[in-house]
């Protein structure tokens, strides 16, 4: 096994997991109450094997910092592991991994039906996507070999835009509300909230 052969698998990977996420192009099927739990698991088994193949690749060297510089990136790692967890608790994590959807699969309440909440505060009060920024710091605040570097480059930009694939669909579903939330809240890139002009 080669880059290119771990390279292809993560870009398919990566491909995949976002046609099977999004409700414009699995139509129907998407609001089902079993599909959110089958897509979970579907993520998980078909990452194995882009895993086993980067367990295969031959490891080339690229980034490997010093001590000092490893102990510092390893506290900004935790860090984002720690935000990352701050903002699962912004989240519905029982519908997000199915659960709800499986216990209420005899309502007549659809996914696609079912009126949410924008949620604004804790994690949410920072940026607008907390997962993504998390994620976006633990891929790079590592050191890395070259297979490392380029899975790096590819999150990267699977990320960037998931993010924008997000906003589109927060746009769609809250309207002016999400638009006023986008003027006080940055997207990835944490700072303080602006207010209001009044």
């Known amino acids: 096994m080669t880059d290119k052969n771990l390279i292809v698998s993560v870009i398919l990977y990566c491909v995949v997991h976002s046609v099977t996420a999004d409700s414009y192009l699995m139509k129907s099927v998407y609001t089902k109450w079993w599909y959110r739990a089958f897509y979970v698991i579907f993520s998980v088994i078909t990452i194995i094997p882009v895993v086993y193949i980067y367990l295969i690749v031959e490891k080339q060297p690229f980034f490997d910092p010093s001590l000092p510089v490893r102990?510092?990136?390893?506290?900004?790692?935790?860090a984002a592991l720690g935000f990352g967890?701050?903002?699962?608790?912004?989240y519905d994590n029982s519908s997000f991994l199915g659960f709800t959807q499986i216990i209420n699969r005899n309502s007549r309440e659809t996914v696609a039906g079912s009126k949410k909440k924008l949620v604004s505060t804790g994690a949410l009060g920072i940026v607008r996507h907390p997962y993504y920024t998390a994620g976006l710091v633990l891929v790079w605040a590592r050191p890395m070999n070259l297979s490392d570097f380029y899975i790096t480059l590819i999150l990267t930009v699977y990320f960037i835009l998931g993010t924008l694939n997000e906003e589109r669909k927060l746009m769609k579903e809250f309207g002016v509300e999400y638009a006023e939330y986008k003027k006080r809240v940055p997207m990835l890139i944490p700072f303080p909230v602006r207010k209001n002009e009044k």
């Open 85 to 90: 967890w701050y903002a699962s608790r912004c």
């Open 71 to 78: 102990t510092v990136l390893g506290i900004v790692w935790l």
